[in-house]
């Protein structure tokens, strides 16, 4: 199993420009997290689907933020206009659905995405 | 926000000797898990605890869980340079949601 792919590993852009990061889950994982990761702030959960639908997405900071998931094996996480203070570490995480037969609790991560906005 | 909180925030131990970290949480759970990341690195899972469990292990870690005092410890026994990393409890709800504590950085010095 390749376990979870994120690209790109690095980002750097400037202010005011899209930045589109994409997550490619493990296969048969129904839930999909995007979290942010700072220094200032730690881990943060920005949002979660499962089975492609959006269920919780308190933890995105702005309009500016929004993510996708058009199928089970693709999901965008998008920032429009981009600014310094989202410069942090953007990770993608997966786990089973409830009766996976593993352990459903677990979530997978991603190598994460280091975005840097200047 | 955050749920957990570890403690200590940093520990520095030679090769060979025991780490031991703690984390505090705030609100019933129905699991509890310890990840760990090494530098530039994404989260790896470690172990995790059911709220209806008081110890457990995995290889050269062990995990207890007190839900009357809300904490939980990890020891890592017998380290080695290459458990130098970040280590985070985590806390899980059931709402399948996962929340993260600030983490322990642990150096193992040779």
């Known amino acids: 199993d390749a376990g979870v792919i994120q690209s790109p590993r690095h980002e750097v852009t400037e202010m005011g420009q899209e930045v589109t990061l994409r997550c490619k889950p493990i296969?048969?994982?129904?839930?999909l997290f995007w979290y942010r990761q700072t220094m200032m702030r730690g881990l943060e959960l920005l949002i979660y689907f499962n089975n492609n639908v959006p269920i919780d997405d308190s933890g995105m900071p702005e309009d500016r933020f929004s993510a996708k998931m058009p199928n089970a094996s693709f999901s965008t996480l998008k920032i429009q206009p981009s600014e310094p203070r989202d410069s942090a570490v953007y990770f993608c995480?997966?786990?089973?659905?409830?009766?996976?037969?593993?352990?459903?609790?677990?979530?997978?991560f991603g190598p994460g995405t280091r975005l840097t906005v200047l | 926000s955050q749920q957990g909180e570890e403690d200590p925030q940093a520990l520095s131990i030679q090769e060979g000797e025991n780490a031991t970290m703690n984390c505090s949480y705030k609100t019933s759970i129905n699991n509890l898990q310890w990840y760990r990341q090494n530098s530039g690195r994404g989260l790896v899972h470690l172990i995790l605890?059911?709220?209806?469990?008081r110890e457990k292990h995995s290889g050269r870690l062990r995990v207890t869980l007190d839900t009357s005092k809300k904490s939980s410890s990890l020891l890592i026994t017998a380290s080695r340079a290459a458990d130098t990393a970040s280590y985070f409890c985590?806390?899980?709800?059931?709402?399948?949601?996962?929340?993260f504590g600030a983490g322990t950085t642990v150096t193992v010095r040779a």
């Open positions: 605890i059911r709220s209806n469990e």
């Open positions: 995480a997966s786990r089973a659905a409830l009766g996976g037969g593993t352990n459903t609790d677990t979530q997978y």
């Open positions: 296969s048969g994982h129904d839930y």
């Open positions: 985590a806390t899980g709800g059931n709402d399948y949601k996962l929340s």
